[in-house]
């Protein structure tokens, strides 16, 4: 009986079905084995994942660099206090850079029989630049929150430099002065 259908199958009659089988038969393979490959691991992940919360931090590459920038100016402007010589600076971060994106709330009813539900929905609104991209629109950026301050300067062990970097690291950086520290830099 198998032997057959195959034997019909591959009959002159019907060429044209065989063709068409073969073809979405090899279409199917093709789906299965292509679809990892032009699909990037960002596109297969719901658009529905990133409008879940309300805010989202950015990368912890992103975030590092910001958090080093402000690292690189607090040198600069404490390595100018007259005696501080060579400074370094540490911060520590109770928060990192933090983004709110703006979001479209959808709400739906849905009526099972005499069971009614509400469904909400959270999407991130997108924004299309001039070149077509789009990108999430931000609504507010959070610069990190520091939680502490080490100063090493050359100058560290010298009490009227020691206390002008203390008094300049709390007044840019609204960080109480318990939880800054200057200390010497080793020779």
Same mark, same amino acid.
Not at 28 to 51: M, R, Y
Not at 56 to 81: A, C, D, H, W, Y
Not at 122 to 151: F, R, W
Not at 170 to 183: F, G, R
């Given at each position: 009986?198998k032997?057959?259908?195959?034997? =019909?199958?591959?009959l002159?009659?019907? =060429?044209?079905? #065989?063709?068409?089988?073969? &073809?979405?038969?090899?279409?199917? &393979?093709?789906?299965?084995?292509?679809?990892?490959?032009?699909?990037?691991?960002?596109?297969?992940?719901? *658009? *529905?994942?990133? +409008?879940?919360? $309300?805010?989202?931090?950015? *990368?912890?590459?992103?975030?590092?660099?910001?958090?080093?920038i402000? /690292?690189?100016?607090?040198?600069?402007?404490?390595?100018?206090? /007259?005696?501080?010589? *060579?400074?370094?600076? @540490?911060? #520590?971060?109770?928060?990192?850079?933090?983004?709110?994106?703006?979001?479209? !709330? $959808?709400? %739906?009813?849905?009526?099972?029989? %005499?069971?009614?539900?509400?469904?909400? %929905?959270?999407?991130?609104?997108?924004s299309?630049?001039?070149?077509?991209?789009?990108?999430?629109? @931000?609504?507010?950026?959070? +610069?990190?929150?520091?939680?502490?301050?080490? $100063?090493?300067?050359?100058?560290?062990?010298?009490?009227?430099?020691?206390?002008?970097?203390?008094? +300049? +690291? !709390?007044?840019?950086l /609204?960080?109480?002065?318990?939880? $800054?520290?200057?200390?010497?830099?080793?020779?």
């Amino acid at each position: 009986m198998k032997h057959d259908f195959f034997r =019909k199958f591959f009959l002159k009659e019907n =060429k044209k079905a #065989t063709g068409q089988m073969v &073809i979405a038969f090899l279409f199917g &393979i093709l789906l299965l084995f292509g679809s990892g490959h032009f699909l990037s691991p960002k596109e297969t992940q719901p *658009q *529905q994942d990133t +409008a879940d919360t $309300i805010t989202q931090t950015e *990368q912890p590459k992103e975030g590092n660099r910001t958090e080093r920038i402000l /690292e690189q100016q607090m040198e600069k402007v404490l390595s100018q206090v /007259e005696g501080a010589g *060579q400074v370094k600076v @540490m911060l #520590t971060y109770r928060t990192t850079k933090e983004n709110v994106w703006e979001k479209e !709330e $959808i709400s %739906e009813q849905v009526k099972k029989g %005499e069971e009614q539900s509400n469904r909400l %929905e959270q999407k991130v609104v997108l924004s299309e630049d001039s070149k077509g991209v789009q990108s999430p629109l @931000m609504v507010t950026e959070y +610069a990190p929150q520091v939680e502490g301050v080490v $100063i090493v300067a050359q100058g560290g062990d010298n009490p009227t430099v020691s206390q002008a970097l203390h008094c +300049a +690291a !709390e007044a840019l950086l /609204e960080v109480p002065a318990h939880k $800054i520290a200057v200390l010497k830099m080793k020779s």
